[in-house]
């Protein structure tokens, strides 16, 4: 396996295990909400004016599948819509109080999960940490490019 390879398979490896050890206290905690919808919670939360094309382009979802997500957040009663007085026509969202219940327990859990990692976190240098800030912003652009070409060539089909 060359090091590439390595490096792949060394994040998917960090992000199972991460899912799986962070799994049972969040479930626990969050009982009734699936992972969807609490991101989409959090998103809400740290987005002002969230709309059905802003989260279906951040998660990489339909914007039908987020019409459906997010109306079973507004029938939980954790979201609702609203529109500006200058724009009928959009739609946007907010948490509801319950919603930010939500909110506020999942990033007391994240928390926690950081807290638990940062040994690690302490044993890495400024230099270090700015070398794979640096690696994963260039991956993340190139994935970000490949989708963009995926999307170009979808709409030309």
């Not at 200058?86 to 999942?106: A, R």
């Not at 638990?116 to 260039?138: C, G, N, Y």
């Amino acid at each position: 396996m060359n090091k590439e390879e390595q490096i792949i398979m060394g994040f998917r490896d960090l992000y199972n295990k991460m899912v799986w050890l962070n799994k049972d206290k969040m479930e626990e905690s969050l009982k009734g909400h699936t992972p969807s919808e609490v991101h989409c919670i959090e998103y809400i939360e740290k987005n002002v004016d969230s709309n059905v094309t802003k989260l279906a382009e951040f998660f990489y979802m339909t914007r039908g599948a987020i019409s459906k997500l997010t109306k079973k957040l507004i029938k939980k009663g954790l979201i609702e819509s609203y529109q500006k007085a200058d724009n009928k026509k959009e739609i946007y969202f907010k948490l509801t109080e319950q919603g930010k219940v939500i909110f506020n327990i999942h990033e007391e859990l994240h928390k926690e999960f950081r807290e638990r990692d940062k040994i690690v976190f302490d044993q890495i240098t400024d230099a270090q940490l700015d070398s794979m800030l640096s690696f994963v912003e260039k991956y993340r652009a190139h994935l970000d490019a490949e989708i963009k070409k995926q999307d170009k060539d979808l709409k030309q089909e």
